[in-house]
């Protein structure tokens, strides 16, 4: 049975949008976001005074990414001291890209910087991984060697942290953790106990079309090697859709291979079935039906209400209908 989590989520100044605080309850982490706006108050907080990491996030028109995001980590002794640099202006040796900054450290003040310098590494590695946003870090270092229990330590840290961050709205770091399709009928088989669905084809077999995807932990993911139309037929009415389909041919995700075929390189998270069906059949579709689990022919959006019972409860008062 999987345990759940609480996770403290503090406005300080009452609004969502402003500096916030977030922790786990019995986790010595503590993680403190604010905007770019509010820098001067996250500056003046003591917690940014200590030795941790920083994450700054924004926004890159030149990414490679299809979500356009951008992503830098950085570590420091007196974390204050180098936001204080990159808030600067670029041509002054600060950065401009960012938008938002989260300071990752430790209530108890154990964080170390050897320890900063190792979870400073993997997560680097991590958005490297989860192609999610560019990496704007120069340099990709290797975790520096620790002893076992510190290793055990920062690892089930970095593990907090993974939970904590998409909580927050921030993805580029969070892995697309597909199941091997031989094992998706098992749940025990998920060894890092995502919630993960059958896995739905969507087939077009007069143009060849062939995809595999699967929900995991909430976000509609299309599994690498799995193909697509190459050129989009669609009309104009989902400029969005077609903007994707585009995004990813560009990027090298989808890859054109001969005839009319384009297959997916890498494992690609969708924000809804449709787009993913959209990008797939090379004009709009409606998600809901068209991905299929071939093992039970139910389509997606039935598997989703799976549980839920079409018969009126005895118990619930008669429904009628007004005649006017």
Do not use: C
């Not at 019995?26 to 976001?33: D, E, K, P, S, Y």
């Amino acid at each position: 049975m999987v345990e759940g989590k609480q996770i403290r989520v503090y406005l300080v100044d009452g609004t969502p949008g402003g500096l916030l605080t977030a922790e786990i309850m019995n986790w010595t982490g503590h993680i403190i976001a604010a905007p770019r706006s509010d820098i001067a108050s996250l500056l003046a907080r003591e917690e940014v005074r200590r030795t941790g990491v920083y994450l700054l996030l924004g926004d890159d028109p030149e990414s490679q990414a299809p979500s356009g995001k951008a992503v830098y980590v950085g570590e420091g002794d007196d974390i204050a001291v180098r936001l204080r640099q990159h808030a600067r202006a670029e041509e002054v040796g600060g950065k401009d890209f960012w938008d938002r900054v989260v300071v990752l450290t430790s209530k108890d003040a154990n964080v170390t910087k050897a320890h900063a310098r190792y979870l400073e590494a993997k997560l680097i590695a991590a958005a490297a991984t989860a192609k999610r946003a560019t990496v704007m870090n120069g340099t990709a270092p290797s975790p520096i060697q620790l002893p076992e229990a510190d290793r055990s330590d920062m690892e089930y840290y970095l593990s907090q942290v993974q939970i904590v961050l998409p909580v927050l709205g921030i993805t580029e770091f969070r892995p697309t953790r597909v199941m091997n399709i031989s094992k998706a009928s098992s749940p025990s088989a998920d060894p890092a106990g995502a919630r993960t669905s059958p896995t739905f084809r969507f087939d077009i077999p007069r143009h060849g079309v062939s995809a595999v995807a699967q929900e995991v932990d909430g976000e509609f993911t299309v599994l690498q090697g799995s193909t697509a139309r190459a050129d989009w037929v669609g009309t104009h009415r989902h400029p969005g859709y077609q903007q994707q389909h585009i995004a990813l041919l560009s990027d090298g995700t989808l890859l054109q291979e001969a005839g009319t075929l384009a297959r997916f390189t890498q494992d690609v998270v969708f924000s809804s079935p449709s787009a993913a069906a959209a990008v797939v059949a090379g004009r709009s579709a409606n998600g809901r039906t068209s991905w299929i689990d071939a093992a039970t022919g139910t389509n997606f959006g039935d598997w989703q209400s799976r549980g839920i019972s079409d018969q009126t409860s005895p118990d619930s008062p008669e429904v009628t209908q007004d005649v006017f």
